[in-house]
Nanobody, 124 residues
């Protein structure tokens, strides 16, 4: 069993930056793809970014492309989401997800484990 714990959320001003972390425990996850999703109040969960097991392939939602960067540290069993130039519309609960496969994917249905989420609030 894998547990995912997100951290790094908070309340910031528009234009600020935050770095989210997702620490995996229970087993080594270096052979699995990881991703970030988010859910704003009253909206459905949406894809944000994904990274393959090797780290060589990344995908981004158009809304965050050029502002967010996903990365991972295999030795620390951790994935990160660097968020720059934050906008009020980025306000959401951000969830980390892990897929029992090496290829990154953009559909939440393809992910097997989920964290509890961390709140990001961006004020204008």
């Amino acid at each position: 069993q894998v547990q995912l714990v997100e951290s790094g959320g908070g309340q910031v001003q528009a234009g600020d930056s935050l770095r989210l972390s997702c620490a995996a425990s229970g087993r080594t996850v270096s052979s699995y793809a990881m991703a970030w999703f988010r859910q704003a109040p009253g909206k459905e969960r949406e894809f944000v970014a994904a990274i393959s097991a090797s780290g060589g392939t990344t995908y981004y939602a158009d809304s965050v492309k050029g502002r967010f960067t996903i990365s991972r540290d295999k030795f620390k069993n951790t994935a990160y989401l660097q968020m720059n130039s934050l906008k009020p519309e980025d306000t959401a609960v951000y969830y980390c997800a892990l897929r029992r496969g090496s290829r990154a994917a953009m559909s939440g249905d393809e992910y097997d484990y989920w964290g509890q989420g961390t709140q990001v609030t961006v004020s204008s």
